[in-house]
C-alpha cells in the first residue's frame, strides 16, 4: 500500500494559469513533508520543507499547505510559466531514526504556451 | 560548487556484468544516499551512510554494494547485473538527514 499518494497522475495547464496538486498521506508520525520540483533528465530540487506544526510554506510562485488532520498537502502554482513543467513530488520524512523519506510517484505538469 | 556530481550519466551493461556507479559531493556532507527511480514509482532507498566509514541498507539493497571511505565519495556497486536492475539511479547528500537533500543529476542504467 503507497503510503504517499498523489494527484492527478498528469496535468496540462495554459501559461500564465494557476493550478494545485494534491498529495494524500498515511505515514505517522512524521517530522516534515516536502515537495520537490524534478525536470526531466535531473534530479528533485528542494521546493519546499514544512514540519507537522506548519500549514503553510511558500516559495516564490510555489506555496505549500499541509492539513495534518486529513492528512493532506497540496503545492499551489501562481500564474504558471513554461519553465515550470517537471515532475512534483511529495515527500514524507518519517520520524525517528535516520529521518527516512517517503516519496510519492509524483504529478507530472506540462505547462504550455 | 558544483554539489553532487554522479557518472556516468548512461550506461548500457549486459547481465551478469558489473559496474561501480561514482557519486562525490563537495558540500562536507555527512549524509549520503543512493536512491533507484522506476517508471510511475517514488523514489526507493538503496544503501545510505551517516558519515565515513558507516553505510547500512535501505529498503532495496539486494544486488548493490557501497563503501564509503572518505565524506565526499559514495559508489555504488553492482556485481551481477540483472535486468531488474534497469533504472535511473540518484545520489543524494545532506549535512544533518533533516535538512534538504541535494540531489545528483541521475545514472540512466539499462541491463540487457
Known amino acids: 500500500k503507497n503510503q504517499v499518494e498523489q494527484s492527478p497522475q498528469s496535468l496540462i495547464i495554459l501559461e500564465g494559469k494557476n493550478c494545485t496538486l494534491q498529495?494524500?498521506?498515511?505515514?505517522?508520525?512524521?517530522?516534515?513533508l516536502r515537495w520537490y520540483k524534478q525536470d526531466t533528465g535531473r534530479g528533485p530540487v528542494s521546493l519546499t520543507i514544512?514540519?507537522?506544526?506548519?500549514n503553510t510554506k511558500s516559495n516564490g510562485r510555489y506555496t505549500a499547505t499541509l492539513d495534518a488532520d486529513t492528512k493532506q498537502s497540496s503545492l499551489h502554482i501562481t500564474a504558471s510559466q513554461l519553465s515550470d513543467s517537471a515532475s512534483y513530488i511529495c515527500?514524507?520524512?518519517?520520524?525517528?531514526?535516520?529521518?527516512?523519506?517517503?516519496f510519492g510517484a509524483g504529478t507530472r505538469l506540462a505547462v504550455h504556451p | 560548487n558544483a554539489g553532487v556530481t554522479q557518472t556516468p550519466k548512461f550506461r548500457i551493461l549486459k547481465i551478469g556484468q558489473s559496474m561501480t556507479l561514482q557519486c562525490t559531493q563537495d558540500?562536507?556532507?555527512?549524509?549520503m544516499y543512493w536512491y533507484r527511480q522506476d517508471p510511475g514509482m517514488g523514489l526507493k532507498l538503496i544503501y545510505y551512510?551517516?558519515?565515513?566509514?558507516?553505510?547500512d541498507k535501505g529498503e532495496v539493497p539486494n544486488g548493490y554494494n557501497v563503501s564509503r571511505s572518505t565524506t565526499e565519495d559514495f559508489p555504488l556497486r553492482l556485481e551481477l547485473a540483472a535486468p531488474s536492475q534497469t533504472s535511473v539511479y540518484f545520489c543524494?547528500?545532506?549535512?544533518?538527514?533533516?535538512?534538504?537533500?541535494?540531489f545528483g543529476s541521475g545514472t540512466r542504467l539499462t541491463v540487457v
Open positions: 543524494a547528500s545532506s549535512y544533518s538527514g533533516f535538512n534538504g537533500y541535494t
Open positions: 498529495c494524500n498521506y498515511t505515514v505517522s508520525p512524521f517530522s516534515n
Open positions: 514544512m514540519t507537522f506544526s506548519e
Open positions: 515527500v514524507l520524512a518519517s520520524s525517528g531514526g535516520y529521518n527516512k523519506l517517503i
Open positions: 558540500m562536507n556532507h555527512n549524509y
Open positions: 551512510s551517516v558519515g565515513a566509514g558507516i553505510t
